[in-house]
């Protein structure tokens, strides 16, 4: 695992009060400042020259790519991973890392800006949604398709408008996003709602189940009734450990009872993710029934998600759903994969008691699920 280390300081031109003339509910000043943690990802990297492939490079390439870095009205420090990764290699400790550096700044900063390859970014934002509980500043996720180096990057716009979103704030000084998001091609979604969806367009996030909490266009307007309003009398709670043992499997014509059996096996295992038809469906296998009562009885939680990418999951509308309840399932409601499984590892890192779990499962902690009424 990469040690975090490199610690510069960029500090922008002094201008008074930047006022968006077509958004003046937010300003932005220049004694606002915002903690960049560089992680990796596309946005930062170039070609190397012997094999051609893209791989992540320092933060000083990154910002000799882009002089207009120099005139954003907001001073930002950057902490940077010793060696940046791409995003397929993140992993919980990583996560535990980035969290922990926002907490030890925390009072420092007006927001953070996190650098990051969009492969797993929607993980590593769940994840660090249930690792910051109680969070009163935005922390905002961002990076691009293209490398900053190249001409039709998106990578400048993203940057620019995560840093701007990050110090944004209301005239008595609330932050305007005091939450963990991702931002990308001119949309801000909540971190533990959005999925990537998109490999080649620059679009890369969308979350299908919860409104943008804002867009970015001419002018960034933000709809303040999507965003959470945190208690501002209670401090940053922040946890790090994380139980991964869960796995994630997906239901398809013609599944096997071995395999199934295999991963309803897996010793230590004490949670399943299980990707289901529609609005929750299964197939009438008595087997299938039979192997996730056991599970469910032994204490494994299984959570039911759909494959679908918007919608909610609603074990009593079909009987190949009702059956999933009858053998202990719960129900995941329209959260993302992403997020049902950093949840998952965040409680089992919290709680011994599965039954203490399921009933987290069936609560929003931070935004991530609707319940229905
Ligand atoms: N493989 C890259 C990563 O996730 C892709 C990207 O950044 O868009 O780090």
New binding site residues.
């Given amino acids: 695992m990469p040690a975090s280390s490199i610690k510069k300081s960029f500090i922008f031109p002094e201008r008074q009060i930047i006022e968006d003339p077509l958004n003046a509910t937010h300003t932005l000043n220049c004694h606002n400042q915002v903690l960049l943690i560089y992680t990796?990802?596309?946005?930062g990297?170039g070609r190397n020259p012997a094999s051609g492939a893209l791989e992540?490079l320092d933060f000083k390439s990154l910002v000799a790519n882009m002089p207009e870095f120099d005139a954003i009205p907001v001073r930002v420090d950057v902490h940077q991973f010793a060696a940046p990764?791409?995003?397929?290699d993140m992993n919980p400790q990583l996560w535990a890392q980035i969290a922990t550096i926002i907490a030890d700044h925390f009072d420092r900063y007006d927001g953070f800006v996190i650098l990051?390859?969009?492969?797993?970014?929607a993980f590593t934002a769940s994840a660090l949604s249930y690792m910051l509980q109680n969070l009163t500043k935005p922390v905002i996720l961002t990076?691009?398709?293209l490398p900053i180096g190249q001409l039709r990057t998106d990578g400048r716009e993203n940057l620019i408008t995560s840093i701007e979103i990050a110090a944004a704030h209301h005239p008595d000084g609330k932050p305007m996003v005091p939450e963990v998001c991702i931002y990308f091609s001119g949309r801000l979604l909540r971190g533990n709602r959005a999925t990537k969806m998109n490999a080649d367009g620059f679009n890369?996030f969308d979350s299908f189940n919860y409104p943008h909490l804002a867009d970015a266009g001419v002018s960034i307007v933000y709809h303040e009734e999507h965003i959470l309003h945190p208690d501002y009398s209670k401090s940053l709670q922040v946890y790090t450990t994380m139980d991964t043992n869960v796995m994630v499997f997906t239901l398809f014509p013609g599944i096997q009872q071995s395999l199934v059996h295999s991963i309803v096996n897996i010793p230590q295992l004490r949670s399943i993710v299980m990707r289901t038809y529609g609005s929750g469906n299964a197939p009438t296998l008595p087997w299938l029934m039979t192997m996730l009562h056991e599970a469910t009885e032994r204490g494994v939680n299984i959570v039911n998600i759909s494959q679908c990418a918007a919608g909610t999951v609603e074990m009593a509308r079909y009987d190949t759903g009702f059956q999933l309840k009858s053998a202990g399932v719960i129900s995941g409601y329209d959260s993302t994969v992403e997020s049902a499984v950093a949840k998952l590892m965040h409680l089992q890192g919290r709680y011994d008691d599965p039954q203490q779990i399921r009933a987290l499962m069936n609560q929003s902690l931070c935004g991530e699920l609707t319940l229905p009424l």
């Fill in positions: 990796g990802g596309t946005i990297m992540p990764i791409d995003s397929s990051h390859g969009t492969d797993t970014m990076g691009s398709q890369a």
